[in-house]
Nanobody, 126 residues
Framework: QVQLIESGGALVQAGDSLRLSCAVSESTSVYYYAVGWFRQTPGKEREFVAA??????YYKDFVKGRFTVSKDNDKNTVYLQMNSLKPEDTAVYFC????????????????????WGQGTQVIVSS
């Protein structure tokens, strides 16, 4: 069983930066799993933000150039560095994991990710 624990959410001002962390359970190595970041606001569906699949990085258009996903293999942790935050980035951010994928895997869909963390709240004030 893969366990994920997010941290780093906070209340910040527009233009600020924030780094979210996703710690992957010790029994699972980030070598063998892709980790994705999603976000959700009340009344809306969970949406894809970014993902790291081995050394391949994927980003949703609205975060390109602002958010960066990275990993620390020694700490078994994946990070989401968020810069130039906007009020519309306010959401609960979730990390998710799935075995490393190839080809035309539909990583955009939340249902493609079987393991989820509990989420961390990010609030960006204007």
């Amino acid at each position: 069983q893969v366990q994920l624990i997010e941290s780093g959410g906070a209340l910040v001002q527009a233009g600020d930066s924030l780094r979210l962390s996703c710690a992957v359970s010790e029994s699972t190595s980030v070598y063998y799993y892709a980790v994705g970041w999603f976000r959700q606001t009340p009344g809306k569906e969970r949406e894809f933000v970014a993902a790291l699949n081995w050394n391949d990085r994927y980003y949703k258009d609205f975060v390109k150039g602002r958010f960066t996903v990275s990993k620390d293999n020694d700490k078994n942790t994946v990070y989401l560095q968020m810069n130039s935050l906007k009020p519309e980035d306010t959401a609960v951010y979730f990390c998710a994991a799935t075995p490393l994928f190839t080809g035309s895997y539909d990583y955009i869909r939340p249902t493609s990710w079987p393991y989820w963390g509990q989420g961390t709240q990010v609030i960006v004030s204007s």
